[in-house]
């Protein structure tokens, strides 16, 4: 220890013990006033020199869009010129909810991140927007078309499965935050590929209209579930609009019910032979988790020439996807879904076979 030298240079007649003991070393420093404790050899002060500077204290990094210092007085105003919602392709905003399954007043940007009231499905811009501006700055961003030889040199090196710069688009569809995470990859890359999987595939001009219209970049290659996004030729990291980020997924409200008792057209005896027949039949197709769906719309609606009924084999997807897919079909066939049962969707083509042939003898006399 470093007492020890300092013990062996007092005379041994003042201490009571032997100057090597423990005894001694305690004896010692309660002896010894607290004034002398500079001239303690393990507690001196340091030697004279320049004073060392204070340590800087590192700025937490606030996420784009955020309030400085998360001041609820200070909301961060983006301008970006459409509603904010957690999913653009999947939600339609003409249906209403009856309910909602987390009080809408918790918004899912975080207390006074931006300047947008929460609805509990989206959060409305407070001004009107403006098309014909947005248009012109799109414009303005792309610049010229591309030619044909620069489209292919961008789809040679953004189209392969190794490209680093993908995002993966699942059943959420165009969500808000992978808004961000384009701008992110457009930073240092012309084009950014996404992969999309899942539910959306069903109608995959609804994604890319979403992805152009939000982003504000241009598709340039689509083949089945594979998408290239170009940002443009004029675009600027530093200008890149302000995207405030969620912080959670809400959750998503309550709607009315898809499926009917009744079937609307059919009795209640037609609407239960309809379903029987339908869970006897073989299945059109077998849809997996996380699959690509692209060619099942055109596949329902061949059917529908000469089936009335048809099933739909959904037992590896899921409880809330096989759903999901159901209200899809229905809206893009489009047809009637009348039962989901043992993860088996089974459409009824509806009336229009009847109403078409009763319209063209109506014509004809």
């Known amino acids: 220890m470093a007492i020890l030298p300092f013990l062996h240079r007092v005379a041994p007649k003042t201490l009571p013990f032997r100057p090597g003991s423990s005894l001694a070393l305690l ?44 001041d609820p007085e200070r909301p961060a105003g983006p301008d970006l010129p459409f509603d904010f919602r957690y999913s653009y392709s999947e939600t339609r905003a003409a249906v209403e909810p009856i309910g909602f399954r987390e009080p809408p007043r918790f918004s899912p940007f975080g207390p006074g991140r931006i300047d947008r009231t929460w609805t509990g499905t989206s959060a409305p811009a407070r001004e009107a927007p403006d098309p014909e501006k947005a248009a012109g700055e799109r414009e303005r961003v792309l610049g ?14 953004y189209r392969h499965s190794d490209c680093n710069r993908q995002i993966n688009l699942g059943k ?27 539910v959306p595939t069903l109608d995959m001009d609804n994604v890319c209209f979403h992805l152009e219209d939000k982003s504000g970049g241009k598709i340039i ?11 443009g030729r004029h675009y600027d990291p530093k200008q890149r609009p302000v995207i405030p980020l969620m912080l959670w997924k809400p959750y998503p409200p309550i709607y009315l019910k898809l499926v009917k008792n009744v079937a609307e057209g059919l009795t209640f005896e037609e609407t239960k032979e309809m379903r029987n027949r339908g869970l006897n039949s073989p299945p059109l197709t077998k849809l997996t988790r996380n699959g690509v769906y692209v060619n099942v719309v055109e596949k329902v609606r061949e059917a529908f020439k000469t089936e009335e009924v048809v099933r739909l084999d ?6 809330s996807d096989y759903k999901l897919i159901g209200v899809k079909l229905r809206d893009l066939v489009p047809c009637v879904p009348i039962l989901f ?9 509806g009336k229009r076979d009847t109403e078409s042939t009763s319209t063209s003898h109506r014509t004809l006399n």
């Not at 290659?221 to 940002?231: F, V």
């Not at 049962?341 to 083509?349: A, F, M, P, S």
């Open 27 to 70: 004896f010692l420093l309660l002896r010894r006033p607290l004034s002398d404790a500079a001239d303690d050899p393990p507690f001196s002060p340091k030697p004279p020199g320049r004073a060392p500077r204070p340590r800087r204290s590192k700025a937490r990094k606030e996420p784009p869009g955020s309030s400085r210092g998360g």
């Open 144 to 157: 010229a078309p591309l030619s044909e030889e620069e489209v292919a040199e961008l789809v040679e090196r």
């Open 172 to 198: 959420g569809g165009v969500t808000h935050n992978m808004l961000d995470d384009i701008h992110n990859h457009w930073k240092k890359a012309e084009a950014v590929r996404i992969k999309c999987l899942g």
């Open 221 to 231: 290659y689509r083949n089945i579930n594979i998408l290239l996004l170009y940002r």
């Open 314 to 319: 959904c037992k590896h997807v899921g409880t």
């Open 341 to 349: 049962k043992d993860e088996q969707i089974i459409l009824w083509r």
